[in-house]
């Protein structure tokens, strides 16, 4: 009788844990989807989304600044060395005035002042310094400036005819305008 009350207290629970798993999936498949959950999921990638692209544009904004900070700096290193660059000019026409007026090509001091001329041009020609060409071209007004004209047919028109004093120019910038004779 023992047996036979405990194989009915068995079966009892069975049933009943039957009827709980029943239960339980009735009112899973009759309750609505958790739209709350899907919400707050969609609102999260969403946000998640709005973040990375706010990520994105200020590394693409940051790489950007460095670049334009990195041009800004070379610029102002051309102009400061253009500036520079500038001041000795006069320096430079001094000694090819020198060179010119000294009568005596064999003396020391010739010598002297041509060798001082031309350890400043090599210095010029590594510093990037560029001496514009001016006679027999053709007048350009970024590199040349006019101060005399001259009627002359056996030129051809707009010809630089003669330099009075030598134009520079540093990278792509010109120093000092070639100051020119042109035939018209």
Aim: glycine letters at 2%.
């Amino acid at each position: 009788m023992l047996a036979d009350k405990e194989k009915k207290n068995l079966k009892d629970e069975e049933l009943k844990a039957e009827e709980n798993a029943e239960n339980a999936e009735n009112s899973e498949a009759n309750e609505p989807a958790p739209e709350p959950e899907t919400n707050e999921l969609e609102k999260a990638k969403e946000e998640i989304n709005a973040l990375n692209d706010k990520y994105l544009r200020l590394c693409a904004e940051y790489d950007n600044f460095k670049k334009r900070t990195a041009r800004e700096k070379e610029a102002i290193y051309i102009d400061a060395a253009a500036d520079a660059i500038k001041e000795l000019l006069p320096v430079m026409d001094n000694l090819e005035r020198a060179i010119g007026s000294i009568s005596d090509k064999e003396s020391d001091i010739y010598k002297g002042v041509e060798m001082v001329y031309k350890q400043t041009e090599e210095i010029f020609k590594k510093l990037g310094v560029c001496e514009t060409k001016a006679v027999g071209e053709e007048f350009n007004p970024e590199l040349h400036n006019a101060v005399m004209h001259i009627e002359d047919e056996n030129v051809t028109e707009n010809t630089v005819v003669e330099e009075f004093q030598k134009g520079y120019t540093y990278k792509d910038k010109v120093l000092r305008y070639s100051m020119v004779k042109v035939a018209n």
